[in-house]
């Protein structure tokens, strides 16, 4: 037997859960679910596949299960395998979750069309080198995480948020 379907299914649109599709003729026995793997700052979780509520195939991880996990945002880069009941057998799938980092877009970038308007440093706002340098890393980093680059998209991941840190306390998310 083997787990015949394993990837994300979709996230929450206010990044708190993960929907993970999977389908095994046995069924998971277990989720390890690790957060930024291949960075210092990496958490790995166990989880047991049935405390997820599977529904449909789909299992849906949140923060409930990932103590000390920040549960109002799951954002960062997600390594993902499940383990088939009986066989041991596994399978891996891998995804960002980036609402910081859609956050920070969206307010540089309506800074730089809206002029500045309602920004207090608009110097750090309307580059738009930078903001496309941002989405660039961001959309690299997904692409890295779904071809399990885990530690090459935890880089990207980290340097669009660095990118992002000088915000500009401009209006918006």
Partial sequence: MAISTFKIDSTSEDCTSI???????????????????????????????????????????????????????LDGVWKITGTELGSGLT????????????CCLAKKLNADLSGCGTCNNCG?????????????????????????????ATEKYNKAIDLCANDCTCSGC
């Fill in 124 to 152: 750090a706002c309307n580059n738009i080198d930078l903001i496309a340098q941002i989405f660039i890393l961001a959309e690299s980093a997904k692409y890295s995480a779904a071809v399990r680059e885990y530690s090459n």
């Fill in 19 to 73: 929907n993970l599709k999977a389908i095994s003729s046995n069924g998971l026995d277990t989720v390890t679910v690790i957060k930024n793997p291949g960075s210092a700052g990496s958490t790995t979780h166990t989880i047991v596949a049935n405390l997820l509520n599977p529904s449909n195939n789909i299992y849906t991880i949140d923060g409930s299960f990932l103590g000390g996990v920040n549960t109002d945002s």
């Fill in 91 to 102: 399978s891996e799938t891998g995804t960002v979750i980036s609402c910081i980092i859609d």
